[in-house]
């Protein structure tokens, strides 16, 4: 794939352990931005459970939000990827945070009259050993492109364990085969796809 040092991602991992507590989410999160790293694009990942995200749905809550700071972030980044672990068969309260911040880009457009997040790409990632990947990458999908992000062909990358067992992503000694394969794959499709957004935007609103 070809290197591009002008493309930025960002990582936003809503494993619910502060660092530099041992992650599931923190691993496979790291090896997406490895990904990145390789490929000459500028990357940056982050912990959401680390910051002061506030309740709510607006760009900034006020005294104590960390939420602005991130937003920066998620503004000057042409790829964000969402890494979430597996709890009850969903996604984690922090994951479901971010989403809910992400709400007040649905009122922000651009000089064009576009939302403010047309034109960047989104990339799901998920783990747990229990099942409700699928179900998790379809809601991150769903609100992602309800806020303007585009979502790659098979944009997700996802690890279930064996249910009822106690094996984590974290404890493997190696990355599955079907893992890697996967991540390749849409790694390099958010980052072609952020490439041509990029050279050709989404039209302005009429």
């Given at each position: 794939m070809?290197?591009?040092?002008?493309?930025?991602?960002?990582?936003?991992?809503?494993?619910?352990?502060?660092?530099?507590?041992?992650?599931?989410?923190?691993?496979?999160?790291q090896?997406?931005?490895?990904f990145?790293?390789?490929?000459?694009?500028?990357?940056?990942?982050?912990?959401a459970?680390?910051?002061?995200?506030?309740?709510?749905?607006?760009?900034?809550?006020?005294?104590?939000?960390?939420?602005?700071?991130?937003?920066?972030?998620?503004?000057?980044?042409?790829?964000?990827?969402?890494?979430?672990?597996?709890?009850?068969?969903?996604?984690?309260?922090?994951?479901?945070?971010?989403?809910?911040?992400?709400?007040?880009?649905?009122?922000?457009?651009?000089?064009?009259?576009?939302?403010?997040?047309?034109?960047?790409?989104?990339?799901?990632?998920?783990?747990?050993?229990?099942?409700?990947?699928?179900?998790?990458?379809?809601?991150?999908?769903?609100?992602?492109?309800?806020?303007?992000?585009?979502?790659?062909?098979?944009?997700?990358?996802?690890?279930?364990?064996?249910?009822?067992?106690?094996?984590?992503?974290?404890?493997?000694?190696?990355?599955?085969?079907?893992?890697?394969t996967?991540?390749?794959?849409?790694?390099?499709?958010?980052?072609?796809?952020?490439?041509?957004?990029?050279?050709?935007?989404?039209?302005?609103?009429?």
């Amino acid at each position: 794939m070809e290197t591009d040092p002008t493309l930025r991602a960002l990582t936003i991992t809503c494993t619910l352990k502060p660092s530099p507590a041992e992650s599931s989410s923190e691993v496979l999160a790291q090896q997406m931005a490895a990904f990145f790293d390789a490929h000459g694009v500028q990357t940056e990942s982050l912990r959401a459970v680390d910051h002061v995200i506030l309740p709510g749905v607006e760009k900034d809550m006020g005294t104590g939000d960390d939420w602005p700071a991130i937003r920066e972030k998620v503004m000057n980044a042409d790829v964000l990827v969402v890494v979430t672990p597996t709890w009850l068969g969903q996604a984690s309260s922090v994951a479901q945070r971010v989403l809910e911040r992400l709400d007040a880009e649905l009122s922000e457009t651009d000089a064009d009259g576009r939302p403010t997040l047309f034109d960047k790409v989104a990339v799901a990632g998920v783990v747990g050993n229990e099942d409700g990947a699928h179900h998790i990458v379809g809601v991150l999908y769903q609100a992602l492109s309800d806020v303007g992000f585009t979502v790659p062909a098979q944009g997700c990358v996802y690890w279930n364990g064996e249910s009822m067992h106690s094996t984590d992503y974290k404890d493997l000694e190696q990355t599955p085969e079907t893992v890697d394969t996967t991540m390749t794959t849409a790694l390099t499709n958010a980052v072609h796809l952020a490439r041509k957004l990029r050279e050709a935007g989404y039209p302005a609103s009429s």
